[in-house]
């Protein structure tokens, strides 16, 4: 009877875990290149009461790893706009100056000269260093992720190589998502990570839209209440279950 309750109590709190994420999913619906990264795995846990200190019951656990599935195209015309091909992604400077990633692809100089994303965190170079631009030039990124520098005022339209961005295949390594939302190799720290075998590469002149889709994720909280109520009803039936048991033993 314990165990029955048990278990049914452990699944309403997955289930609690799975509202949390899908709410956090229907905020970032128009997030440029959010990322999915809820996944349950089984894990056990003892059940420390009186009498059940050597029962284990199976019970979820969300593991934060990184669906690189792609979002949609959004073409901008801007030039320092980029899309991650494939399973590419960006390094960048977190809060703490450590290297994380990311699939958000919208660049800009910021105040200081350097280019960053437009929420703030600086772009790195492929040495990890951060990318200082030249003044009043137009910039340009190619589908190598190398960023040129034109001056207006040359009339022949000479470019030159400012820096290369420091872009990773991550086809061969698992990421997990960080609470400031930046990805980092799933049980290291933040750094950067050996490139995958596959090649590299961006589309310039384009976002890579939220991977979160707001219909799919309306469906899945409506399922989930459904599932909750049904879960709290078996939890009831089954104390009232174990009364009946206990008023029996009692008579007997």
């Not at 800009?108 to 790195?124: F, H, K």
């Not at 994720?217 to 459904?226: E, F, K, Q, S, Y």
Request: net charge negative; no cysteine; hydrophobic share 35%.
């Amino acid at each position: 009877m314990d165990k029955g309750i048990y278990t049914a109590v452990a699944s309403i709190n997955s289930q609690r875990m799975q509202e949390t994420n899908s709410v956090h999913e229907l905020a970032n619906v128009s997030t440029f290149g959010f990322k999915k990264a809820y996944q349950m795995a089984l894990q056990s846990y003892r059940v420390d009461g009186d009498g059940f200190k050597t029962r284990y019951l199976a019970g979820n656990a969300a593991t934060g790893i990184v669906d690189l599935t792609p979002g949609s195209r959004i073409a901008t015309g801007n030039d320092m706009d980029i899309f991650m091909n494939g399973s590419t992604v960006l390094g960048v400077q977190n809060d703490e100056g450590q290297t994380a990633f990311t699939r958000r692809g919208d660049i800009r100089p910021n105040q200081n000269g350097e280019l960053a994303l437009t929420t703030g965190q600086v772009v790195l170079n492929d040495g990890g260093a951060p990318i200082a631009v030249p003044i009043d030039q137009i910039l340009s990124i190619s589908d190598e992720g190398v960023i040129y520098a034109m001056d207006p005022n040359d009339e022949t339209g000479a470019t030159q190589e400012v820096a290369r961005l420091m872009l990773r295949d991550s086809s061969a390594v698992s990421l997990e998502k960080m609470e400031d939302g930046l990805f980092k190799v799933s049980g290291q720290e933040p750094g950067d990570f050996a490139n995958g075998p596959e090649e590299v590469s961006v589309s310039s002149g384009q976002l890579e839209g939220s991977s979160s889709n707001a219909m799919d994720v309306m469906v899945d909280m409506i399922n989930g209440t459904r599932s909750f109520e049904m879960k709290m009803k078996l939890v009831k039936e089954l104390g009232d279950l174990g009364d009946s048991n206990n008023t029996l033993m009692r008579l007997a």
